[in-house]
């Protein structure tokens, strides 16, 4: 199975940082490399897919890069509702298989 | 509109069964997959496994040997069944059409006695 593991676990920003969310995995899974963001007490959210396809009606100052092995997931601009826990999630080869999570506050 | 909603007990007892059922409304089940993901009290996801739209299915290696995951396309309803179920099964359990980003609100199942 392929190991997807993210960093950092904990992220704690300012309000307009830019700030950068890393994904790895264990093996080349190409593009096929989707962004999740979760609230407390809610389900999942797409934000990027194909490692970095916006996902419609996802703001702008998300994105997403890499391909192969390391991806990174970007907010340019952090926002008070952006506060979440982020998974990647690789959809290349089954079973799908998603990161351990980072888990962003604001500061 | 899309919807999916997971139904099924809150309380199974350890080494019992556990089953769920996800019925889903404004697409066809022949069409397209369902997965389901588990995600324990405070932890991450976990995808289980996901029934195709020819009706073929994939698992989750560390749980293939316990999970079955069925449908009934007349009922758009798709099955999910566990079996040898342990506390660290507790768990919300969510259904997703995971190709159009649709999920259930999830189902809370806790494993105890």
């Known amino acids: 199975d392929i190991q997807m593991t993210q960093s950092p676990s904990f992220l704690s920003a300012s309000v307009g940082d830019r700030v950068t969310l890393s994904c790895k995995a264990s093996?080349?899974?190409?593009?096929?490399l989707a962004w999740y963001q979760q609230k407390l007490g809610e389900a999942p959210k797409l934000l990027i897919y194909?490692?970095?396809s916006l996902q419609t009606g996802i703001p702008s100052r998300f994105s997403g890069s890499g391909s192969g092995t390391d991806f990174t997931l970007t907010i340019s601009s952090l926002q008070p509702e952006d506060v979440a826990t982020y998974f990647c999630?690789?959809?290349?080869?089954?079973?799908?298989?998603f990161g351990s999570g980072t888990k962003l506050e604001i500061k | 509109q899309v919807q999916l909603k997971e139904s099924g007990p809150g309380l199974v007892q350890p080494s019992q069964t556990l089953s769920l059922t996800c019925t889903v409304s404004?697409?066809?089940?022949?069409?397209?997959?369902v997965h389901w993901v588990r995600q324990p009290p405070g932890k991450g996801l976990e995808w289980m496994g996901g029934?195709?739209?020819?009706?073929?299915?994939a698992y989750n290696s560390a749980l293939k040997s316990r999970l079955s995951i069925s449908r009934d396309t007349s009922k758009s309803q798709v099955f999910l069944k566990m079996n040898s179920l342990q506390t660290e099964d507790t768990a919300i359990y969510f259904c997703?059409?995971?190709?159009?980003?649709?999920w259930g609100q999830g189902v809370m199942v806790t494993v105890s006695s």
């Open positions: 999630l690789q959809h290349n080869s089954w079973p799908l298989t």
């Open positions: 404004g697409f066809s089940l022949t069409s397209y997959d």
């Open positions: 194909n490692a970095n």
């Open positions: 997703t059409f995971l190709e159009r980003d649709y």
């Open positions: 029934i195709w739209g020819d009706g073929s299915t």
């Open positions: 093996q080349n899974i190409n593009k096929y």
